[in-house]
């Protein structure tokens, strides 16, 4: 295996495990800007968190994967143009999803604490670009990238 490989076979589940939990501590803590989360028993909470963790977590990977397409390169040096790209993969659907889901099917709403930008709450919109990011930052150089 070359080096390129092995820090390849590295980065990828490290990428993974750190962005399943650090979405999981995110979604478990703005759940509680979620109206019906505050009702829901922890037996059925726990499961759905780690449930939207794990789907969390394979997003990150996608969109590591899809700057890695403006960036040419599988693991991309987290430059200006690169974390724009990754954020914006991150962002826009999820502001889509929650917008929908907030205001056209009311499948959930927020409690008066969530901020909002354009009625879409601003802890999700954030929440995959910003874990996502933190993900990569961690990722890098436990598998050897960004290394002199």
């Known amino acids: 295996m070359t080096g390129e490989t092995r820090r390849r076979a590295i980065f990828f589940p490290v990428l993974f495990a750190s962005a399943f939990t650090l979405n999981f501590c995110w979604e478990s803590w703005h759940g509680l800007l979620y109206a019906a989360h505050q009702t829901i028993p ?13 789907l ?4 990150v990977v996608g969109m590591q994967l899809f700057t890695a397409l403006f960036a040419r390169a599988l693991v991309w040096s987290p430059d200006l143009r690169s974390v724009t790209v990754f954020f914006l993969a991150g962002m ?6 929650e917008y929908v889901s907030v205001n056209i099917l009311h499948a959930w709403s927020y409690t008066p604490e969530m901020p909002t930008l354009f009625r879409v709450g601003l802890s999700p919109l954030l929440q995959l670009p910003l874990t996502g990011l933190a993900g ?6 436990f598998s050897g990238y960004g290394r002199s």
């Open 56 to 59: 969390d977590a394979l997003s």
């Open 92 to 97: 826009i659907p999820a502001g889509g999803v």
């Open 136 to 141: 990569v930052f961690l990722s890098r150089p």
């Open 42 to 54: 922890a037996m059925s909470y726990v499961p759905m968190m780690v449930q939207m963790s794990l």
